[in-house]
């Protein structure tokens, strides 16, 4: 059986183990970072109110909406002209999680692809769009310095050679990626959603930072800087990401085209030599000679066809990126300044302000020698903003990956901010997660703790971060595991 199998195996390097390694890595990393049914609820019931609906809580996880607005349903009727189903006037129940759907009322699953959620995007889209380029002042509080950098939204399509209807390729991915850059021109990837982290500014807030939105540097054209670093770093490895998903796909069902069809091809070429034989002899035949030697032929043109749709796919490319919108990316610790100018005299006895660097530092060094006590691979991912952990842990036992968010904290502090994308992260992988709490005193850091499985609730639409009780957090962490 095991030889039959080498023999017939179309992809011999699917069970590589390499293979199988790099796929559950990649697989994992997705789960972590993946758009969750708590994401999509908080957008719609956020978005829905916006757009003048009204929605009522009812059993857990389950809403009712007694009526929806009708520039709602107006859209989802133009978006399904001949094709899906209407938005009804009103749902008893909906739901955004596959678990919630189980008995009472009659319900609806919302999710990407409900023609509810798909009218209330676009709406949201046309009706706002041009905010994205007007731009934004947003605020980074985890950032303690004084500089304030450019924040660039991009949309980025692959297309291969296939077109569609108006002639244009056909689109296989497309993704919205970000670039920050700062008055020195320095430019950086700041992660896939760097924006969950900002906050928008208070008011009274915008009065105290005229002179620095005000820098020359804010007001020279960035689109050259930013689109030749997207078309140097971001485009290659979105291009590379899809080709590297799609051609091994591609390769594979080619060979299972060409195998199946072959088969038939060789069979009705010789069946019409055997019916042609028949005929000679004089014998009458169900089937005559002439359509099965048609229908061979019909099968070797739709194997050529099919070749040439394939060969289409495979010429991968990339569009070029366009800029969406923008906005100026505020330091938290410029504002405090700001608000409070006499920080600078007390600044000196504040080491959580001052020597926060090396209190990280000294975190992620004695959590990295905690992972590796523990049997496993830590890598610091700290510089890929946005993504929710600092160290990737990997056991080498089982080969799976383990996410460690690391706290530096003073000793005397009894708070600590966990921001969105670090909760997200934790509610995505709620069995990998690991917040490691290290706390650092005159005497160097003490031994790291770890709260695994704990629930840090899911923060609101409009939320970016959420304080917790250092200590509470302390009485429930445990040694490291």
Known sequence: LEDLLEERALVRETMDPSKVEEIREQMERAEARRLQPHFVRSFFLEAFRHLGGTIHRREPGRYEIKYVPGAIRERAR??????????????????????????????????????????????????????????????????????????????????????????????????????????????????????????????????????????????RDMEETVMGYAIGNLVPRHVGEVREQRLPLIDKVEREVEARLKTQINYWDRRAEELKAQERAGKKTRLSSQNAATTAEDLADRLRRRHELLDKERKISALPPVVRGGAVVVPGGLLRRLTKPDVSATASSDPDVLQRQEIERLAMRVVEEAEVRLGRVPRDVSDERGIG??????????????????????????????????????????????????????????TPRYVAGYDFGEPVFAQTATTFSLRKLLDVAEEPT
């Open 389 to 446: 952990h600092d160290i990737e842990s990997k056991d080498p036992k089982t080969g799976s990956l383990y996410f460690v968010e690391v706290k530096g904290k003073w000793e005397g502090k009894d708070d600590l901010t966990m921001t969105k994308n670090e909760i997200l992260c934790s509610r995505n992988e709620p069995d990998k997660f690991r917040l490691a709490i290290v706390v650092v005193g005159e005497n160097g850091s003490r």
């Open 78 to 219: 133009q978006r399904s002209v001949g094709h899906g189903m209407p938005v009804a006037r009103g749902y008893e129940r909906i739901y955004f999680e596959k678990d919630r759907g189980e008995g009472l009322p009659p319900t609806a699953f919302v999710s990407p692809g409900h023609p509810l959620l798909d009218a209330i995007i676009d709406l949201v889209l046309e009706r706002h769009r041009d905010l994205l380029r007007r731009g934004a002042v947003l605020v980074d509080e985890s950032d303690a310095g004084e500089e304030p950098r450019a924040l660039v939204y991009l949309e980025h399509a692959v297309q291969d050679g296939r077109t569609d209807r108006d002639g244009k390729g056909q689109i296989v991915s497309r993704r919205l990626q970000f670039v920050e850059l700062n008055a020195a021109g320095d430019v950086r990837n700041p992660g896939p959603a760097p924006y969950l982290d900002y906050r928008p500014l208070r008011d009274g807030e915008r009065p105290l930072l005229e002179e620095a939105l005000g820098a020359p540097w804010l007001r």
